[in-house]
């Protein structure tokens, strides 16, 4: 570069100078002050070191990354303004609960349903009764503690058809051919053991207007209020309440249950029962049932052994009815108290609450919770063993079944059998 006189160099844009020469090192263009820059140079901003964002810029997010809301201008001292409504955030939606059935609901209904049905069965059978009046004439008897009732069962033929008389081998043509009895018991229960005390049908006693002769003539020629008559004057117990039952209510009663169990001493062979029968104990149904406790022709003491059987009968029948599964299954209830109260006539006043008492004192005669004998009788000709009868039914009287001993309470009713 040629040098000046005032021995500086001269440069571009000197005055005296062609800037010409020059021009393609600012793109072919004027540079000179006052020329029309098309791209003039920009001056790059200064970063903040910490946030990287240009010194004086404001942030339009905050740090979690969401849009910066920008804070509202300031209350002026004239007009105070109000702060931002809040906005609840939303609740989450609570569950809803799950229905649930009203399971206690239906068991109650259930339950009293159930109730019902057990009270309603008893009273709707009893309603079914025949009733008869077996208030005897004469005195009677004062009112002694706990409740003695009459149990006679009834060798009625009325309303068999020919052929039920030929299954049950009752004889006869389905024809009524007068009173007779082959059971007769007295259960007395109380605060004692419940009692259940048989009277052989051929015991020889005193019968009002028909001098001494066999108990069972008295039901025969009087019915029932002849034959309590006689029971009453010659034991001096007071007879409270009567059940008669007959051949087919025995029957019914016992297929009811769905049979019993017996425990024969011996085999039995005897065609006047309709009966067939081997030893040992074994299930039996109503028809043999009947004949078991009928017969009295094949064993060595007669009706006396015939009455022993009629009270292991009666005990079975009492076992099974009182057994859970006689409340629990419907079908079994309706019957055990339908056959119940077939072929049944009780006496007037007895009401259900006295015919229930019956059944429940029933179920207890055997075994440890009840008593089971025979009339004490002297010899087999059935004449009362007077001391000993005596003695036993003072003890009824008093309502002392619990004392009883062992020598007054026989099966047969003879001393030292059993």
Request: proline share 10%.
């Amino acid at each position: 570069m040629p040098a000046t006189g005032n021995g500086r160099g001269r440069g571009p844009g000197d005055p005296g100078e062609d800037d010409s020469q020059y021009s393609w090192l600012y793109g072919g263009q004027d540079r000179r002050p006052g020329a029309d820059d098309p791209e003039p140079t920009r001056m790059l901003p200064r970063l903040d070191r910490r946030t990287g964002r240009p010194v004086g810029e404001q942030p339009t997010q905050d740090g979690l990354g969401r849009p910066r809301q920008e804070p509202p201008p300031p209350a002026t001292s004239r007009q105070q303004q109000p702060p931002p409504p809040v906005v609840p955030r939303p609740a989450p939606a609570a569950r809803r609960p799950r229905r649930r059935r009203p399971v206690g609901r239906i068991l109650a209904l259930v339950v009293l349903a159930w109730l019902v049905f057990l009270v309603a069965v008893p009273i709707w059978a009893v309603g079914r009764i025949d009733k008869v009046d077996i208030t005897p004439a004469g005195e009677r008897p004062a009112e002694q503690p706990g409740t003695t009732y009459l149990l006679v069962g009834s060798d009625s033929r009325k309303g068999l058809s020919p052929a039920e008389n030929k299954r049950l081998g009752t004889g006869g043509v389905g024809e009524d051919i007068g009173q007779r009895t082959d059971t007769i018991m007295l259960l007395h229960t109380g605060s004692g053991p419940s009692m259940l005390l048989s009277i052989p049908r051929d015991s020889l006693v005193e019968v009002p207007g028909r001098g001494r002769t066999k108990i069972n003539s008295a039901f025969a020629a009087g019915g029932p209020k002849l034959l309590v008559q006689t029971i009453e004057q010659n034991t001096g117990v007071r007879v409270d309440d009567y059940v008669e039952i007959g051949f087919g209510g025995f029957v019914n009663a016992v297929d009811a249950v769905g049979g019993i169990t017996v425990c024969p001493r011996e085999r039995m062979v005897d065609p006047k029962a309709n009966l067939r029968i081997s030893k040992g104990c074994q299930e039996v149904d109503g028809v043999k049932a009947l004949g078991y406790s009928r017969s009295r022709y094949v064993s060595a003491l007669g009706d006396l052994d015939r009455a022993r059987r009629q009270r292991e009968v009666v005990s079975a029948i009492g076992a099974e009815v009182k057994s859970p599964w006689t409340f629990i299954n419907p079908w079994r209830y309706f019957r055990v108290n339908q056959a119940a109260t077939s072929s049944l006539r009780i006496s007037e006043g007895t009401g259900p609450v006295a015919l229930a008492k019956f059944g429940l004192a029933m179920t207890r005669v055997n075994g440890t919770t009840g008593l089971t004998c025979g009339m004490p009788i002297a010899d087999q000709e059935v004449n009362w063993d007077s001391e000993r009868a005596l003695a036993l039914l003072a003890y009824v009287k008093q309502d002392r079944t619990g004392d009883i001993p062992k020598r007054l309470c026989t099966p047969t009713g003879l001393p030292g059998t059993n």
